[in-house]
């Protein structure tokens, strides 16, 4: 792990990912090269139709939430490395850089406005504390697709594996504009593979933050459980004790649960909020099942206080693991 600037710490981990996981995200990335890879960021224009996106023109891949071993063990790592949960971590995401595609200077948690301050997200939205973005390939020096920060005067150049670290927002808690950055163009004939890894301030298997549903297709299978110790384990073993009174198995009533209030719930068994997360963050206790097995209470006072009690510890540990590494 190298410190590749003092202030904002921002990290370069070599070797991030192992060979075994490169490969895996090798073939799912190659496996859906064709039709599914092709989301691109745009903007709905007012009679609604689609604007596709001149600054972000690479386009990109989201996998589902603890999708598979591997990718689990990728969300855990990361998550462990800052000291957050990984319930926090995002649904990864794989982009893909073609024919001179970039990625304009942007923040990962808000607008870049036209004086270069960061638009105020508004109280009690979701916070991206976190970004790793992770190199799938490695470019050479003229082969174009660095990540650069202008403020800083830094470039990371992609190296497969690497994974470059950096906080959203500052120790205050408040967003930190320092940390903009952008892809720089790739040179004809180049294509360059990367993904993000955020750790939100709030948990992804709560709720689903998005009106197209998206989300709710990104969280875990039904029946994935990331803990052998909830609930579901209890479940199973008062099922197989569910006889009658001649000792055959009676068939299992499914109890429907209530979702919580402002929620709806979906066919495949979560519960999905109809309003967004802001008018959640109201209520004081948020319980939500997730995938009809999977409880989590959900306290959600102040975005703030989630967000910078943990992160003061990421920093500290961040100046901890500095520490080893120089030990060392
Ligand atoms: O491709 C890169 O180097 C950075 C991409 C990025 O910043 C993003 O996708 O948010
Ligand atoms: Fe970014």
């Known amino acids: 792990m190298e410190r590749v600037c003092e202030e904002p710490p921002i990290y370069v981990i070599h070797n991030f ?23 691109k960021s745009y903007m709905m224009d007012k009679g609604g139709g689609r604007v596709f996106s001149e600054h972000r023109t690479s386009t990109f891949l989201s996998l589902r939430k603890m999708g598979d071993g591997k990718i689990r063990a990728i969300e855990s790592r990361a ?34 406005l036209q004086d270069g301050s960061l638009a105020l997200p508004e109280p009690g939205d979701p916070v991206r504390l976190v970004t790793f973005f ?11 697709g660095c990540t650069s920060f202008p403020e800083l005067g830094l470039r990371v150049r992609p190296e497969r594996g ?18 903009k950055h952008e892809a720089e163009p790739t040179q004809p004939g180049i294509s360059k593979f990367g993904m993000n890894l955020w750790i939100s ?14 989300r709710l297709a990104l969280l875990p299978k039904p029946g994935l ?14 099922k197989s004790n569910d006889k009658n009174s001649n000792g055959e198995k009676s068939p299992r009533k499914r109890k429907r649960r209530e979702p919580p209030r402002g929620g709806v719930c979906s066919t495949s068994g979560c519960w999905r909020m ?9 209520q004081l206790e ?31 540990n961040l100046v901890i693991m500095k520490k080893d590494i120089r030990a060392s």
Do not use: W
């Open 286 to 316: 948020v319980r939500t099942t997730i995938c009809n097995n999977m409880i989590s209470t959900v306290l959600l006072r102040n975005v703030r206080n989630i967000a910078v009690e943990p992160l003061n510890n990421n920093i500290k």
């Open 134 to 144: 992770v190199y799938l390939n490695s470019l050479e020096d003229d082969q174009g």
């Open 225 to 238: 459980k990331a803990d052998p110790s909830e609930p579901e384990a209890a479940d199973n073993a008062s």
């Open 274 to 282: 109809t309003h967004g997360p802001k008018p959640i963050l109201k």
């Open 17 to 39: 990912l192992t060979e075994s996981e490169l490969v895996h995200l090798d073939q799912v990335r190659s496996g859906k090269e064709s039709a599914s890879f092709g989301r």
């Open 201 to 214: 301030s709030v948990s992804q298997l709560a709720y689903t933050q998005s009106k197209s549903g998206l």
């Open 162 to 179: 690497a994974a470059v670290l950096f906080c959203n927002i500052d120790a205050k808690g408040n967003l930190d504009p320092r940390v």
């Open 79 to 112: 998550a462990e490395y800052v000291g957050l949960p990984v319930d926090n971590v995002e649904p990864l995401q794989i982009v893909r850089y073609k024919n001179g595609q970039h990625f304009g200077l942007h923040h990962d948690c808000s607008e870049v």
